[in-house]
């Protein structure tokens, strides 16, 4: 069975850091990209970051995280991460770490997401 | 960035009630369109992608149409577990958008 598990979520005060951890199983990791899907409390879905399967030498941002979060990945450890810099109020939200982006037609499956709370 | 404009945001329905939801695209993004429904606490689950392949697992009510900037996917007969919140998402380039949602609730 294809599983994704984040961690590494919590309470942070604005500027500070988090990294997010996406532990992958059941299906060959390195041979996917992967992303970062987020949802503000009570809000719609925004798409955060891609990194290319393999070598993960490409990498997408969206315009609101480039700049302050880096996207990376550990394939013989079947592990995806999110370093999380210079964190806002805005960037509080549930993440998600999701299989795929535009190589695989969106995303499936998703993680069960990651609380983020940024705030004084 | 191509913009996508779901409507209507929200509706109420019956159970067997045909469910019909659109997106629009800000420009032509061809079969490059996936529909998720997300519930409660829960994270999205793709259920079309390519505008109308019907992903593994998903019931045969569902189903997606369209190309270009119009896309529409349908709930043929609405059943108790199909109340939830469905998705549109742009997979032709990156930045990667969603639509803003479609709230399905019981009438």
């Known amino acids: 069975e294809v599983q ?8 942070v005060q604005p500027g500070g850091s988090l990294r997010l951890s ?3 199983s059941g299906f060959t990791f390195s041979s996917y990209a ?5 949802q503000a409390p009570g809000k719609g879905l925004e798409w955060v970051s891609v990194i290319s399967s393999s070598s993960g030498i490409t990498t997408y941002y969206a315009d609101s995280v480039r700049g302050r979060f880096t996207i990376s990945r550990d394939n013989s450890n079947n592990t995806l991460f999110l370093q999380m810099n210079s964190l806002r109020v805005d960037d509080t939200a549930i993440y998600y770490c999701a299989r795929g982006g535009v ?3 969106g995303f499936d499956p998703w993680g069960q ?6 705030s004084s | 960035d191509i913009q996508m ?14 469910v019909t939801i659109t997106c629009r695209a800000s420009q032509d993004i061809r079969n490059n369109l996936g529909w998720y429904q997300q519930k409660p606490g829960k994270a999205p689950k793709r259920l079309i992608y390519t505008a109308s392949s019907l992903q593994s697992g998903v019931p045969s009510r569902f189903s997606g149409s369209g190309s270009g900037t119009e896309f529409t996917l349908t709930i ?3 059943q108790p577990e199909d109340f939830a919140t469905y998705y549109c998402l742009q997979h032709i380039n990156y930045p990667l958008t969603f639509g803003g949602g479609t709230k399905v609730e019981i009438k």
């Open chain 1, 4 to 11: 994704l598990l984040e961690s590494g979520g919590g309470l």
């Open chain 1, 22 to 24: 996406c532990a992958a």
């Open chain 1, 34 to 38: 992967m992303s970062w899907v987020r």
């Open chain 1, 103 to 105: 190589s695989r037609a």
């Open chain 1, 113 to 118: 997401g990651i609380l983020v709370s940024v």
């Open chain 2, 5 to 18: 404009t779901q409507s209507p945001s929200s509706l109420s329905a019956s159970v067997g009630d045909r």
């Open chain 2, 76 to 78: 043929s007969s609405l």
